[in-house]
Structure formats: C-alpha cells, structure tokens
T-cell receptor, first 112, second 112 residues
C-alpha cells in the first residue's frame, strides 16, 4: 500500500499562475483533507471532503478550490497564485471525520 | 473563540529522562483527542487517540492523559531517546463525526 500520495513534491509559481495539487489514497477511506502548514501556524484546514461527492470549506478556503474526483482522489486548485499561498501543503485521509488521519509527504509551494 | 494551545518553545531534554508536553484547550468539549508526531520535511504520523471518558492511554513508551475538568491533555515520552526528537501535535474533535482541529505543535529535542 502506498498510503497517501501527493504530486508534485515541489513547485515554484509566479504570481497569477494557476496549478492543481493532486492527492490519492489507496486505503478506501471516506474522508479526505487539504491542509497548509506555515511556520508558527500549525496545520490549518483548507477544504475537506467527508465522503465521496461532498466538499466543505475549512478554516482558510479563500483562493482555493477542490474536487473530489472519486473516492481515491482529492485535488486542490489555486486559480491565481499569490505570494501569501507560499506554504507546505498536506493531503490527508481518514476512515471517518473524527478518526486518525493518514498524511501524504507534502508539497512545498513557493509563489514569487 | 475556540483555542488549542501547545507550548511553542522547544523542549530540550536529556536522553533517558521523561518528556512531558501539554495541550490546553478552551471553548471546546472534545470527544476525542489525538497526538501526532511530525519529523522535518514529512507529514504528521498518528500516535495515540484518547476518548473523553478515558483518563489515560499507553503505547510502548508513550502515555497520554486527558483531564476534561482542567481542559488539558499531557503527553509523556518515558526513557526518551534521540530518535524521539520531532514535533508533536495534538488534535481534537468536538464529537464523533466532526473534523479534527490541530494545535501548533511542540518541538522536542532529546540530547544524548
């Protein structure tokens, strides 16, 4: 089992460019999440999907969109990147919303 | 407003001693509290989950306590080793079926 995989591992964007971060899990989990982690800020929830076919905003959704493509895949899209979106992005999955979460290796994004 | 507080100062400890980390929360009535370990450049890894009706949970050299009166969880690493050096995050959920909220984490450095 690969667990939770994320692509890409690193990305540099210019302000205004768009990109999609991909996430996939092979544990048949119902719930999936996107977090960002900044120094001194801990993990902040951007969007989550409680189950296939549903998505909800988290704590910091502005500037992002998500798609729960199927039960395995949950993508995060930045339509017009801004320097404030420079961060490390983690995808996670769990069997239920309150259950233990399994995290991917992260994507380090820099917006110039 | 709801808050989860972990000591943002790093905890330096001598090998073999017990490391004790705190997680305090306000304006929450958590049903579950979880602890995660995060190594530099990696995603968090689940360690332990404790329920509101449990006072203590153990796993190998790890022990977690949960005091809903004090609104606090303590995380202990006994007989600490340099390999225990990492950042430890607490996370809680208000009720079964609700998503997790993470604290900012505490960095632990175990010196040989």
């Amino acid at each position: 089992n690969a667990g939770v995989t994320q692509t890409p591992k690193f990305q540099v964007l210019k302000t205004g460019q768009s990109m999609t971060l991909q996430c996939a899990q092979d544990m048949n989990h119902n719930s999936m999440y996107w977090y960002r982690q900044d120094p001194g800020m801990g993990l902040r929830l951007i969007y989550y999907s409680a189950s296939e076919g549903t998505t909800d905003k988290g704590e910091v959704p502005n500037g992002y969109n998500v798609s729960r493509l199927n039960k395995r895949e949950f993508s995060l899209r930045l339509e017009s990147a801004a320097p404030s979106q420079t961060s490390v992005y983690f995808c996670a999955s769990s069997d239920s919303l309150s259950g233990e979460q399994f995290f991917g290796p992260g994507t380090r994004l820099t917006v110039l | 407003s709801q808050k989860i507080e972990q000591n943002s100062e790093a905890l330096n400890i001598q090998e073999g001693k017990t490391a004790t980390l705190t997680c305090n929360y306000t304006n929450y009535s958590p049903a579950y509290l979880q602890w995660y370990r995060q190594d530099p450049g990696r995603g968090p890894v689940f360690l332990l989950l404790i329920r509101e009706n449990e006072k203590e949970k153990r796993k190998e050299r790890l022990k977690v306590t949960f005091d809903t009166t004090l609104k606090q969880s303590l995380f202990h690493i006994t007989a600490s080793q340099p390999a225990d050096s990492a950042t430890y995050l607490c996370a809680l959920t208000q009720a079964a079926g609700n998503k997790l909220t993470f604290g900012g984490g505490t960095r632990v450095l175990v010196k040989p």
